[in-house]
C-alpha cells in the first residue's frame, strides 16, 4: 500500500500520484510517501521516480536490517525500529526505512506501524506536520517510535515482578524457560536499541548538515528517551540473569533439603534393620529378661531408643 501526501499553497492533501516535479525544493512543496510492504512494482517509486542508490534501496527491500543511518548524494537513508502492530510477544519490533531528503520524506515499512498509522491518520487534518518540513515530520516519527517503548517496558517489569515471586512462592522446574524466554527477548531488545542509540545520538550532534540546529536539539530529547530504554533493558538483563541464578539455587536447595531427609531416614533405621537380622537368623541367642512374648518388646524398646537416640545426636551437631 502507498500512501502520499503533498503540502502545497499552505494546504496538506492526499494524492494518488507523484508529480516530479514536487522533488525540486524551489517549487515550494513538501512531500511524504508511505510504503507499508511494498510489492516490486511499488519499489520503483525509490528507483525510478526519486533515484536512490540502489544499495540503500535493496536494504530497504529487504525483510530486517539493523538500525543505521547513511548519507548519500541528496538525502539521508537511516533505518530505525519500532514496536511491531501485531506481535506474538514482548519487545518484536520492525525495521522503518527513512529516506530523508530536502522536502520529500520517504518511509518503507513491512507491515503496520503504530507510529506512522496515527500520523498519517493526522496528517490530512493537520497541515502543520507537512508544513514544518521533512525533518520536522521525520522528528515526529521518531519520537512517536521511541515513546512506543515506555508502555511496553513498564508491562514487561510487571511480568519481571510476577516472575521473581513465583521463583521464591512456588519454584517449578519449568519456570528455567520462562525465564530464559524472557531473557532472549531483552536479549533482542538490547541488539535493537544500542545501535538505535547511536543512530539516533549522530542526528543529535549535527553529523548531516540536514538537521538544523534547532531539530539538532529536538532530537537530544529522543535521545535521552532511548537512553533510559538502553539503561532499562541492561537492567532488566542483569535481573533475569539474578532471577535465573536465584532459581537454580532454590531448586537446588530444595533438591538438598529432600536428600538429607532421605538420608536421615535411611540412617535412622539401618540399627533396627541390623537388629532385627540378627535376632531374626535360626540359631540361639542369649534372651532378654521375661519369657518368649516379652522379647519382642525388648527389641522393640531398644529399636525406638536406637532411633531417639540417633535424632537426638543429628539434632545436637544441627544436621537435622
Same mark, same amino acid.
Given at each position: 500500500?502507498?500512501?502520499?501526501?503533498?503540502?502545497?499553497?499552505?494546504?496538506?492533501?492526499?494524492?494518488?500520484?507523484?508529480?516530479?516535479?514536487?522533488?525540486?525544493?524551489? !517549487?515550494?512543496?513538501?512531500?511524504?510517501?508511505?510504503?507499508?510492504?511494498?510489492?516490486?512494482?511499488?519499489?520503483?517509486?525509490?528507483?525510478?521516480?526519486?533515484?536512490?542508490?540502489?544499495?540503500?534501496?535493496?536494504?530497504?527491500?529487504?525483510?530486517?536490517?539493523?538500525?543505521?543511518?547513511?548519507?548519500?548524494?541528496?538525502?539521508?537513508?537511516?533505518?530505525?525500529?519500532?514496536?511491531?502492530?501485531?506481535?506474538?510477544?514482548?519487545?518484536?519490533?520492525?525495521?522503518?526505512?527513512?529516506?530523508?531528503?530536502?522536502?520529500?520524506?520517504?518511509?518503507?515499512? =513491512?507491515?503496520?506501524?503504530?507510529?506512522?498509522?496515527?500520523?498519517?491518520?493526522?496528517?490530512?487534518?493537520?497541515?502543520?506536520?507537512?508544513?514544518?518540513?521533512?525533518?520536522?515530520?521525520?522528528?515526529?516519527?521518531?519520537?512517536? @517510535?521511541?515513546?512506543?517503548?515506555?508502555?511496553? @517496558?513498564?508491562?514487561?517489569?510487571?511480568?519481571?515482578?510476577?516472575?521473581?515471586?513465583?521463583?521464591?512462592?512456588?519454584?517449578?522446574?519449568?519456570?528455567?524457560?520462562?525465564?530464559?524466554?524472557?531473557?532472549?527477548?531483552? !536479549? =533482542?531488545?538490547?541488539? #535493537?536499541?544500542?545501535?538505535?542509540?547511536?543512530?539516533?545520538?549522530?542526528?543529535?550532534?549535527?553529523?548531516?548538515?540536514? #538537521?538544523?540546529?534547532?531539530?539538532?536539539?529536538?532530537?537530544?530529547?529522543?535521545?535521552?528517551? #532511548?537512553?533510559?530504554?538502553?539503561?532499562?533493558?541492561? @537492567?532488566?538483563?542483569?535481573?533475569?540473569?539474578?532471577?535465573?541464578? !536465584?532459581?537454580?539455587?532454590?531448586?537446588?536447595?530444595?533438591?538438598?533439603?529432600?536428600?538429607?531427609?532421605?538420608?536421615?531416614?535411611?540412617?535412622?533405621?539401618?540399627?533396627?534393620?541390623?537388629?532385627?537380622?540378627?535376632?531374626?537368623?535360626?540359631?540361639?541367642?542369649?534372651?532378654?529378661?521375661?519369657?518368649?512374648?516379652?522379647?519382642?518388646?525388648?527389641?522393640?524398646?531398644?529399636?525406638?531408643?536406637?532411633?531417639?537416640?540417633?535424632?537426638?545426636?543429628?539434632?545436637?551437631?544441627?544436621?537435622?
Amino acid at each position: 500500500m502507498v500512501s502520499i501526501f503533498v503540502h502545497r499553497n499552505g494546504k496538506t492533501e492526499q494524492v494518488t500520484s507523484i508529480d516530479r516535479t514536487w522533488l525540486n525544493p524551489a !517549487a515550494g512543496a513538501v512531500l511524504w510517501v508511505d510504503l507499508d510492504t511494498p510489492s516490486i512494482p511499488e519499489s520503483l517509486i525509490l528507483s525510478d521516480t526519486f533515484g536512490f542508490h540502489p544499495l540503500s534501496v535493496e536494504d530497504a527491500m529487504s525483510a530486517r536490517q539493523y538500525p543505521k543511518v547513511e548519507a548519500y548524494d541528496g538525502y539521508l537513508y537511516v533505518i530505525l525500529h519500532g514496536l511491531a502492530y501485531e506481535r506474538r510477544g514482548p519487545f518484536s519490533t520492525q525495521d522503518v526505512d527513512f529516506f530523508l531528503g530536502p522536502n520529500y520524506l520517504v518511509t518503507v515499512h =513491512g507491515g503496520k506501524s503504530p507510529s506512522i498509522e496515527d500520523l498519517r491518520t493526522q496528517c490530512p487534518r493537520n497541515s502543520k506536520m507537512l508544513s514544518e518540513g521533512s525533518v520536522a515530520l521525520f522528528h515526529r516519527i521518531v519520537d512517536s @517510535m521511541v515513546d512506543h517503548y515506555r508502555p511496553e @517496558m513498564d508491562e514487561f517489569e510487571d511480568r519481571l515482578d510476577a516472575l521473581e515471586k513465583q521463583i521464591f512462592e512456588r519454584p517449578e522446574p519449568k519456570l528455567v524457560r520462562q525465564i530464559l524466554e524472557e531473557k532472549r527477548r531483552v !536479549a =533482542g531488545l538490547r541488539r #535493537i536499541v544500542t545501535p538505535q542509540r547511536d543512530v539516533v545520538a549522530r542526528l543529535a550532534r549535527r553529523d548531516f548538515p540536514d #538537521i538544523s540546529t534547532e531539530m539538532a536539539f529536538q532530537f537530544r530529547d529522543v535521545y535521552d528517551h #532511548i537512553v533510559r530504554v538502553a539503561d532499562d533493558s541492561l @537492567m532488566f538483563q542483569d535481573r533475569i540473569t539474578g532471577m535465573l541464578d !536465584a532459581h537454580l539455587s532454590n531448586i537446588s536447595n530444595r533438591l538438598n533439603e529432600v536428600m538429607k531427609v532421605l538420608t536421615v531416614v535411611a540412617t535412622v533405621f539401618m540399627p533396627p534393620t541390623l537388629l532385627a537380622g540378627i535376632y531374626g537368623m535360626n540359631v540361639r541367642l542369649p534372651h532378654f529378661p521375661g519369657g518368649e512374648a516379652a522379647q519382642f518388646w525388648w527389641l522393640a524398646a531398644i529399636c525406638v531408643a536406637m532411633i531417639a537416640g540417633m535424632l537426638a545426636a543429628f539434632r545436637y551437631r544441627r544436621w537435622i
